[in-house]
Nanobody, 126 residues
Framework: QVQLVESGGGLVQAGGSLRLSCAASIHTSNGYAMGWFRQAPGKEREFVAAISWSGDSTSYADSVKSRFTISRDNAKSTVYLQMNSLKPEDTAAYYC???????????????????WGQGTRVTVDS
């Protein structure tokens, strides 16, 4: 079974930065698209960012565009989410997800993904 483990969450002040990591029990160069989602208390899980298996295609939610950057290091089987200019509304549990796909188009819906991590919490103080 594919296992994903997120890390890097924590408490930051508004305007600060964090980098989340997602380590996979797979070699991410072997045809797995990856994504980041988040869920705040009282809200539904929402899309944050996604990247194709090759890393040449990315997509971002409008709320994080220009502030967050998704990347991957297939040699380390790890996907990253660099979060800059954090806002209090970014506070949530962040989850990484994976699905076997070699499509160039990125996948931005929860139903597109098969494997999920346990999540890492991000709290942004005002």
């Amino acid at each position: 079974q594919v296992q994903l483990v997120e890390s890097g969450g924590g408490l930051v002040q508004a305007g600060g930065s964090l980098r989340l990591s997602c380590a996979a029990s797979i070699h991410t160069s072997n045809g797995y698209a990856m994504g980041w989602f988040r869920q705040a208390p009282g809200k539904e899980r929402e899309f944050v960012a996604a990247i194709s298996w090759s890393g040449d295609s990315t997509s971002y939610a409008d709320s994080v565009k220009s502030r967050f950057t998704i990347s991957r290091d297939n040699a380390k089987s790890t996907v990253y989410l660099q979060m800059n200019s954090l806002k209090p509304e970014d506070t949530a549990a962040y989850y990484c997800a994976a699905v076997r796909s070699r499509l160039r188009v990125v996948l931005t819906t929860s139903r597109s993904y098969e494997y999920w991590g346990q999540g890492t919490r991000v709290t942004v103080d005002s």
